[in-house]
C-alpha cells in the first residue's frame, strides 16, 4: 500500500474547507471543516498563503491566483480531452486523420488532431499558424473573418510559395476566398505538403471562427469530397460539444 504523506491531504482539506466559502472564512472554521487541531491549521495556513493558494483578507481566508490556475489548468485539460473524443469518433467515422482549430486572437490554433497508424495526420513542417493561405484549414477560417480582420493577418503573416502548388499572393488569395459559397467546403490540393490533399468545412462555435478539416494521400483524392461531405454529416450531433469546449 502506497505511503500517503498527511500534510498534503491536511493542506488540500484545508483548501476544499475554503472554496466552499466564497467570502471566505476564519482559520478556526476551516480547522473545524478539515478536522484538524487549531495550531496544525494554522501551521498549514500560514504555508498556502505563502505559497498563493490561499489570501487573508480581513481575518478570513480566501482562495488565492495559485489555486485559482489549478482550476484553470483542470478545465484546459477537460476542454482538450472533450474535443480529442469528438474527434476520435469522427475519424473512426469517416477513415481519414481528423483536425479542428479556430481563429483565436489573430492566430490560426489547432486545437485537435485524430489520426491512426494507417491514416497518418500531415506533419506541420511548416508552422500553421503562419501559412493559412496554403492549408485548407486557413483558407477556411480566413473565409469567415472580415476583410479588415483578414489584412490585419496577411500583414504578420504574408502569403507567400511553400510548395510549386501553393496560392502566390494575396489578390489571387482574395478571390478565392470571395468565391466560396456559404459552409462550402474549402479544399487545396498539395498547396500545404506536397503528396497531401485537405478539405476543410467552416463550424458554428459560439462566436469563434471555427473549422474541420480531414487530409488524404494524394493518390486518394478522388475520395476527398466524399469523405468531408461524410464529416459534415457527422458533425452535427457532436457539435454543441465542441461549442462547449471552445467557450469554457
Not at 473512426?92 to 497508424?117: C, H, K, L, N, Q
Not at 504578420?156 to 489578390?171: A, F, K, N, S
Not at 473549422?211 to 450531433?237: C, F, K, N, T, W
Request: net charge neutral; aromatic share 6%; glycine share 8%.
Amino acid at each position: 500500500m502506497p505511503t500517503l504523506i498527511g500534510s498534503v491531504q491536511r493542506a488540500l482539506r484545508l483548501l476544499e474547507a475554503a472554496s466552499s466559502h466564497c467570502g471566505g472564512a476564519p482559520a478556526k472554521q476551516l480547522a473545524r471543516e478539515a478536522g484538524l487541531p487549531l495550531p496544525t491549521a494554522y501551521h498549514l495556513l500560514r504555508t498556502l498563503t505563502h505559497e498563493g493558494y490561499l489570501r487573508r483578507e480581513g481575518g478570513v481566508f480566501v482562495l488565492g491566483d495559485a489555486a485559482g490556475r489549478l482550476a484553470d489548468g483542470g478545465l484546459q485539460q477537460k476542454r482538450r480531452s472533450m474535443i480529442l473524443d469528438s474527434l476520435a469518433h469522427f475519424r473512426d467515422a469517416v477513415g481519414a486523420p481528423v483536425y479542428f482549430a479556430v481563429y483565436r486572437e489573430g492566430e490560426i490554433e489547432v486545437m485537435g488532431v485524430s489520426d491512426t497508424p494507417a491514416n497518418p495526420a500531415c506533419e506541420e513542417w511548416a508552422d500553421f499558424r503562419a501559412t493559412a493561405h496554403a492549408h485548407a484549414i486557413g483558407q477556411c477560417l480566413l473565409g469567415q473573418l472580415d476583410e479588415k480582420t483578414r489584412r490585419d493577418y496577411y500583414d504578420r503573416r504574408p502569403v507567400e510559395g511553400i510548395t510549386p502548388y501553393t496560392v502566390r499572393d494575396m489578390r489571387t488569395l482574395e478571390e478565392r476566398i470571395g468565391s466560396l459559397r456559404r459552409m462550402q467546403p474549402v479544399t487545396e490540393h498539395q498547396e500545404y505538403a506536397l503528396g497531401t490533399v485537405c478539405a476543410a468545412i467552416p463550424i458554428t462555435a459560439g462566436d469563434a471562427a471555427a473549422a474541420m478539416a480531414i487530409s488524404l494521400p494524394v493518390h486518394q483524392e478522388s475520395r476527398l469530397l466524399y469523405v468531408v461531405d461524410r464529416l459534415r454529416s457527422e458533425v452535427g450531433a457532436l457539435l454543441s460539444t465542441l461549442s462547449f469546449s471552445i467557450s469554457i
